[in-house]
């Protein structure tokens, strides 16, 4: 869902994050509800709130916001699940385009969202949200935390499978969760009253072969079947999962995800 990783630019996300478009909406994109409701809550979002989220996927996340009374928009690269989203949030204002260069005027949102979608490898999307939140509006972003700790790590692992440069760069991209980064980073762009918290995360499947559909929708899973094909990262999953079956329960991975809330000062 994010631009400028290692799929030919961001024109060429579509191909890693939108080829199972309707697999990632409704298969991996559901257990997020945790990680969206928990933002929305702490930012406030309410009754006549602008609100943008970028790299906002299939939108379930300005759907929710939507839920609560925020008039939403929305940007992603990829033309697939911006389809989804517009079906689900017909009402919004959702657009296909590279979050580095946002196509709002500035001081055009009370609140600006990103759910993993802002990486150690795009410091620079900061100063582009800056421009198109209004001095004052409320900013809430969300990063992987420290994921080998993570009880639900396991989850994760079959993107390793990934060719040794693609691996390097999803490591670059969680930078940003590591203790003081973001902090320093959103410090620097005038961000005030900055805040860390931890953001619940949670993935549930209903059996094995649901969670490797899932898995294979996401963009780091195309990068590992493009090095090791479909079939043995199907395999690779399956194993992982078949070792955690639970009578009567699902398949769940807990995982660290980090947010960082601020304000825009009004200088």
Request: overall charge negative.
């Amino acid at each position: 869902m994010t631009v400028r990783e290692d799929i030919q630019g961001w024109r060429g996300v579509d191909e890693g994050w939108g080829r199972e478009a309707v697999d990632f909406a409704t298969l991996f994109e559901p257990s997020h509800c945790r990680e969206y409701v928990a933002v929305h809550h702490r930012l406030r979002v309410d009754d006549g709130d602008r609100l943008l989220d970028v790299a906002c996927g299939s939108g379930l996340a300005i759907e929710l916001a939507r839920l609560r009374g925020a008039a939403c928009a929305g940007i992603d690269a990829s033309a697939r699940l911006v389809a989804v989203a517009r079906d689900r949030s017909p009402g919004a204002d959702i657009r296909v385009g590279d979050m580095h260069a946002l196509p709002w005027d500035a001081g055009s949102f009370d609140v600006v969202t990103s759910f993993r979608g802002v990486w150690g490898t795009t410091p620079d999307v900061i100063s582009e949200i800056s421009r198109v939140l209004a001095p004052g509006g409320r900013l809430g972003l969300t990063v992987w935390g420290h994921i080998k700790i993570s009880p639900g790590a396991w989850a994760l692992s079959p993107f390793q499978l990934a060719a040794r440069p693609a691996v390097a760069n999803q490591a670059a991209m969680v930078a940003l969760g590591r203790p003081g980064v973001g902090e320093e980073l959103l410090g620097r762009a005038g961000y005030v009253e900055i805040r860390r918290v931890d953001v619940p995360f949670a993935s549930e499947f209903a059996d094995p072969q649901t969670y490797a559909r899932a898995l294979a929708s996401t963009g780091p899973a195309y990068e590992a079947i493009s090095n090791v094909g479909e079939q043995a990262f199907h395999a690779a999953a399956m194993r992982l999962a078949e070792e955690r079956i639970r009578a009567g329960l699902p398949l769940r991975a807990e995982i660290a995800v980090t947010g960082y809330l601020a304000r825009k000062g009004r200088d």
